[in-house]
């Protein structure tokens, strides 16, 4: 095993504190995978391209690729991409593509962050994407974006037990994260970055003293609640350690270390830079104009419009933080992605609470969050992935994801309740589209919060805007999961449990299905469970194309 502090490509990462319990699903995956993973940010498109080893398991970073793209530049005054940064975007991702196809890639994951999730005409940019480029991107959450983080730096250094923040400062966010190596502690993500900054507060050039003092006092106003959050984290007398992620921290980095060391170390991953280290660039740093600033050969010309801006987060946060020192690490977001990815395709299994099903944990939070009747939601839950597990290859074809959302709508598909119990289905829709499930992308938490709207009520209908902006395909997931939910929430009308298993038969010549029950008590004759199930099965057997009868077992 190589030292995860010194990584690099051609090297092999093997993710944190593997489990041998998971060799039977990695079995499924014979031989090597390569995966190529595409941050789409606010200044710059990532890629990482990546050989996995399912019998290990591991991974070996085999490319990088980085274009600055500066898609953050809005229109003037408004909320919206350019056309230009649009059509940056969309070369980059045209080059990644290719890079991709050209190492074999078995598959491609790309998400999108602060800029696309923020901009009115985001979802123009992630379509003309899809159709010039091919490329399927997920929006995810600036919390979402965290936890990827964090996965990340947890696959490029050992925090050995210790409570360590790990700070990613990037062109319209920040995040900032709390963790030992074990389950994050905290998680945040700030409306501030290096571009968003550089293009609303900087003015002047080389920058003024009041702008700069400006700067400041704006970051720490902006940076302090989630620093305050993440210090009740904290034990009493925990010490705590830095680690951060960016190309800014990064470049701050490569300065003092030159400057200290007379070169560039071979490998940043690793190296440590003192806060006061960190002044004395920012100090040499804002006196220099942008023309004197691109003299420099350790900065790039876009990177040196926006250094500044970017350097005092970090030094702000390092002042909230008490810390003096900062170690930086080359794993981020594209390293978070993979193990993301090794995670949910089963190729490892990890000890860590953290990594042990994020999904199903963060759907558990939302149960106990909005006062879901728990054993009511996870009987309709267990009745609805029976459904779906028996009918699998007989009336339908969806995979693990689809389960997935038809487990997570069902355990949420009351909580609406908890705003009001009157149309509690439209209330599910909209705290678990706005809930920050973290694990899932937002499309899939928008096929989750859209299977629970309708486990009751009226059919899907194009009239109804959530789902009519749905994907064509996404629809038809909606319709046949839904479906099943509504046959599901029958079967315990009373909430009493009193079916406890039940058994489908289909007959394809007659298009007809049977599903025999057998009840936990044998006197009860499960009445209202027969009534409830013929009320709600319309949709289940439109979708299906059949008729549906319920009846007990013989």
């Known amino acids: 095993m190589v030292d995860l502090a010194t990584a690099s490509v051609g090297q092999t990462v093997y993710p944190p504190n593997l489990s041998e319990t998971s060799i039977e699903l990695r079995q499924s995956f014979q031989g090597e995978r390569v995966l190529a993973a595409i941050d789409v940010g606010t200044n710059s498109v990532h890629m990482v ?300 299994e990890n000890r860590m609470q953290y990594q042990q099903s994020v999904r199903e944990r963060s759907v558990m939070k939302a149960v106990r969050k909005y006062q879901v009747n728990s054993p009511h939601s996870q009987l309709v839950a267990t009745f609805a992935l029976a459904l779906f597990d028996q009918t699998r290859g007989v009336l339908h074809q969806w995979g693990p994801l689809e389960r997935q959302v038809l487990w997570a709508a069902a355990m949420l598909h009351n909580s609406g309740h908890f705003v009001s119990h009157g149309s509690h289905h439209k209330h599910s829709y909209y705290l678990i589209r706005n809930g920050e499930l973290l694990g899932f992308t937002s499309a899939e938490i928008e096929l989750i919060a859209n299977v629970a709207r309708y486990h009751r009520k009226s059919a899907p209908k194009l009239k109804h805007e959530p789902y009519k902006a749905l994907t064509k395909h996404s629809r038809r997931v909606v319709n046949q999961l839904s479906a099943m939910l509504r046959v599901a929430v029958g079967l315990d009308r009373r909430r009493v449990g009193a079916i406890a298993t039940f058994q489908t038969t289909y007959d394809p010549d007659a298009h007809t299905m049977t599903l025999g029950f057998t009840p936990n008590h044998p006197q009860d004759s499960c009445e209202l469970e027969i009534w409830s199930v013929n009320d709600k099965k319309g949709c289940f057997e439109q979708e299906f194309d059949l008729t549906l009868t319920i009846e007990q077992a013989a």
């Open 49 to 348: 391209v990546v050989k996995i080893q399912p019998e290990l398991p591991a991974f070996t970073i085999i490319g990088r690729e980085k274009d600055t793209v500066r898609l953050g530049n809005f229109r003037p005054g408004t909320n919206c991409l350019s056309d230009e940064a649009m059509d940056r975007g969309i070369a980059a991702l045209k080059r990644c593509k290719q890079i991709a196809d050209s190492h074999q890639a078995d598959d491609i994951v790309t998400v999108a962050t602060s800029a696309t999730r923020e901009a009115i005409n985001g979802q123009l940019f992630i379509d003309r994407v899809k159709q010039e480029v091919g490329l399927d991107i997920n929006l995810i959450s600036g919390l979402e974006e965290a936890r990827r983080i964090y996965l990340g730096v947890l696959s490029g250094m050992e925090l050995k037990g210790k409570p360590h923040v790990i700070i990613d400062i990037g062109g319209g966010s920040t995040e900032i994260i709390l963790g030992t190596g074990e389950r994050h502690r905290f998680l945040s993500s700030t409306k501030v970055g290096a571009v968003r900054l550089n293009a609303q507060m900087v003015t002047s050039d080389p920058i003024s003293r009041d702008e700069f003092l400006q700067l400041q006092a704006y970051v720490r106003g902006r940076l302090e609640p989630n620093v305050d959050k993440l210090k009740t984290k904290l034990s009493e007398g925990e010490s705590l350690s830095l680690v951060g992620t960016s190309g800014t921290i990064e470049s701050m980095a490569i300065l003092t270390a030159i400057k200290k060391l007379g070169a560039m170390p071979a490998s940043m991953n690793g190296y440590t830079m003192t806060m006061d280290e960190l002044e004395q660039g920012i100090q040499t740093l804002r006196r220099m104009s942008f023309s004197e600033r691109l003299k420099l050969p350790e900065i790039s010309a876009r990177r040196a419009e926006i250094i500044v801006p970017g350097a005092v987060i970090l030094q702000e946060a390092m002042r909230m933080l008490d810390v003096d020192r900062i170690t930086i690490c080359e794993h981020a977001l594209r390293e978070g992605l993979v193990v993301d990815w090794m995670l949910t395709h089963g190729l490892i």
